[in-house]
Every structure is written in structure tokens, then in C-alpha cells.
Nanobody
Framework: QVQLVESGGGLVETGGSLQLSCAAS????????VGWFRQAPGKEREFVAA????????YYPDSVKGRFTISRDNAKNTVYLQMNSLKPEDTAVYYC?????????????????WGQGTQVTVSS
């Protein structure tokens, strides 16, 4: 069983930055994929970023490319999402997700484990 705990959400003004963290309670993430998703009220869960742990390969949709950066810390089994140039449309609950294989990507159904979510609110 893998537990994921997100932190770092909050309220920020347009153009500001936040860094989210996702700590995994597992011995190793070496063959995993870890992703970030977000869900705004009344909308479907949306892919934000993913990283294939062993290779460090990262993936982003066009909506956040160039503004968001996903990274990992092997020693801490933690994934980060650095969010810059935030916009009001980035407001959502952000979720961390993990799949214990390197084959997941942008579909929520690809992932087996989910965190509880952290709220990000960007004021205009």
C-alpha cells in the first residue's frame, strides 16, 4: 500500500508562485510514475504533470508547459510541483497520484494511488 500526502497549497495572487510537495510512504519509487492532477468545481480531473521516476522524464499539457515544473527527490521519496506565473484558471484542488510502473501518463485511470488533495486558489 502506498500513501501519498500533498502539502504546499494556499492562496496566491495572479502571477505568483507556489510549490506543492507529495511525500510517498513507500520504500522506493524507482520504477514508478508520479503525476499531478487538478480538479476545479464542476470540472473533470485534469492532468497537470507527470514524471517517470527512474529516467526523470517529465510530461506536461500545453496549459501549464513553461509555467509548471515537476521534479523528484530520491532520498525523500518526494515529488514537487513548482508552479509559476499562476493564473485564476489554475485554481483547483491539486492531487498527487502514483503508479508503481513506468507506464502511466495523463489519464487518471492510469494511476492506482491518490493523495487527499491540496487547495490552490489564485486571486485575480
Amino acid at each position: 500500500q502506498v500513501q501519498l500526502v500533498e502539502s504546499g497549497g494556499g492562496l496566491v495572487e495572479t502571477g505568483g508562485s507556489l510549490q506543492l510537495s507529495c511525500a510517498a510512504s513507500v520504500r522506493t519509487l524507482s520504477r514508478s510514475t508520479v503525476g499531478w492532477f487538478r480538479q476545479a468545481p464542476g470540472k473533470e480531473r485534469e492532468f497537470v504533470a507527470a514524471i517517470r521516476w527512474s529516467a526523470g522524464t517529465t510530461y506536461y499539457p500545453d496549459s501549464v508547459k513553461g509555467r509548471f515544473t515537476i521534479s523528484r527527490d530520491n532520498a525523500k521519496n518526494t515529488v514537487y510541483l513548482q508552479m509559476n506565473s499562476l493564473k485564476p484558471e489554475d485554481t483547483a484542488v491539486y492531487y498527487c497520484a502514483a503508479k508503481m510502473t513506468p507506464f502511466a501518463l495523463g489519464a487518471p485511470d492510469d494511476y492506482d494511488y491518490w493523495g487527499q488533495g491540496t487547495q490552490v486558489t489564485v486571486s485575480s
